[in-house]
């Protein structure tokens, strides 16, 4: 989560700066909302008609909706729209959480790189699992205690989310100089 308020923030510079429009408060907060887009299934999954990381994380999905965009609004937008959405999947493709299953509608299987620290030591640096195959996964190495030990105790991830964000800030503090 901090990690994509960052990237959403960078991006909205980056890519103002790379057509030459100024960076508002408008647009980079559209940057951030991007970029925490494929997350609103966390609210959909609350009222019980979705789960977590099946539509909204699927990487096919957002290639209808860019194109859409960038038809609709230009290439700034679609671009930042593209950019956002497809780092916040290739985020979630690593560390933390239960991957991606970047081969859908052709393959369900989820793909994680660099599994956090508990779980390396079973599932390895490179992860892949099925749907059928997830359930066991989960048993062996679940940890209902992830948001306080990756989000509020020191670790690797953690440094590097938090890390991203600052950098973003002190970007967006220098910017606005
Ligand atoms: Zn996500």
Known sequence: MPLDIGVGILLSLGVAELFHVPATIGFILLGIGCALLPDVDIITMLFG????????????????VSIIIFALFGPIYGLLF?????????????????????????SSRKFLFFPDDARRKTLGTF??????EEPAIKAEGSNSNWVRDFYFRPNFLAYIEYGTLLIALAALFLYKQ
């Open 49 to 64: 008609s979705w789960k977590h990381r099946t539509h909204t994380h699927y990487p096919i999905t957002y290639i209808p």
């Open 82 to 106: 593209t950019l956002a959405v497809y780092a916040h999947l290739i985020h979630d493709t690593i560390g933390i959480g239960w991957g991606i299953a970047w081969l859908w509608p052709f």
């Open 127 to 132: 992860a892949t699992w099925t749907p059928e």
